[in-house]
């Protein structure tokens, strides 16, 4: 009877044990949660940090995630930052790793162009337009008086 | 009406189609990184545990290409991969492996219950190696040619079919 409930009771620890063991049980990185000091580095890095995009929650920025990860690039750009790094440098240091992907910033490149090109595109198509329309109807009112 | 007119709602069409499509197609769920092809990154990482050695990027330089294999003992298709990266170690290939964010105990654990091919484990607490060559998750196998430059990305485990894969490219960038 004993023997038989110490079985079960080792049985159903070890249910919880398993999932436990499979647990992230790391301490974050010491920037992840922890801002810097200066409060003029630590706004330039919150600047940076929400214009650059979570790895693994592929729709948010890593100042708002809470996924370990994001929590690790935290840290790398509070560092770099204390260590005098750019926020630019520090962006292009990630661009050159992840590609356009992990900045929110968007900028002219060969995938993107279009996106800048093509409003610019229709303005002119507009202008063109109406002034086309404004001439027409210049000399039509021209003709009148 | 002119025909003219007609063509705000071609585009409109036009649009509303290429979003419905967009809608029924997978949506890309993995990121490459932009480090194939460029040399690994300088590291030295700590051992990952007890009696085995940690992992530099010297570790990679000369002799033949080998694999890195980022990797964790709380990564579910980690237990999935570990066998097929032991065929890997059959067939003569050097794995080293990065443990991320793990404790020594873990790791243990791990080696113990799913085999152990590595030859070295670093151990990459903060994820800085993973951000240094472009990685962004667990599990990652990358090849590294005998030169110590990054030759080959694959996202995800290692399945029965990656490994003839894996040690095609390993012969080519021999």
């Not at chain 1, 005098?84 to 520090?90: K, L, R």
């Amino acid at each position: 009877m004993i023997r038989s409930v110490v079985a079960a009771l080792t049985l159903f620890g070890g249910l919880f044990a398993a999932p436990i063991l499979a647990q992230q049980s790391m301490p974050p990185a010491p920037y992840a949660y922890v801002q810097l000091e200066d409060p003029v580095l630590e706004a330039e890095a919150t600047e940076l940090m929400e214009t650059l995009r979570c790895l693994k929650c592929q729709s948010q920025s890593i100042n708002d995630s809470d996924a370990p990860m994001a929590g690790d690039m935290r840290h790398q750009v509070r560092s770099r930052i204390l260590a005098g790094e750019s926020p630019t440098q520090i962006r292009s240091w990630l661009v050159e790793r992840y590609g356009d992907y992990v900045s929110y910033e968007p900028e002219v490149s060969s995938t993107t162009w279009p996106l800048f090109a093509i409003p610019l595109l229709l303005l002119g198509v507009v202008a063109l337009i109406l002034l086309r329309r404004l001439g027409k109807r210049r000399s039509e009112t021209g003709g009148h008086s | 009406m002119r025909p003219i007119y007609l063509i705000p709602l071609a585009l409109f069409l036009f649009f509303a189609g290429l979003a419905g499509y967009q809608l029924t197609q997978e949506k890309m769920q993995t990121i490459p990184s932009q480090m194939v092809e460029q040399p690994l990154p300088e590291f030295t990482l700590a051992p990952a545990l007890e009696g085995m050695p940690g992992a530099t990027r010297a570790d990679f330089v000369g002799g033949q290409p080998r694999l890195l294999n980022i990797w964790a003992s709380w990564c579910l298709p980690c237990i999935a991969e570990a066998p097929h990266l032991e065929r890997l170690k059959e067939e003569g290939v050097e794995i080293i492996g990065i443990a991320v964010r793990d404790r020594p105990e873990a790791v243990a654990d791990f080696l113990d219950r799913y085999g152990n091919p590595y030859t070295k484990i670093g151990s990459d607490d903060i994820s800085e190696l993973m951000l240094e060559i472009g990685a962004s998750g667990v599990p990652e196998t990358y090849v590294i040619d005998a030169d110590g430059n990054i030759r080959y990305q694959h996202i995800g485990d290692v399945r029965a079919d990656t490994v003839p894969q894996l040690l095609e490219i390993l012969e080519d960038v021999r």
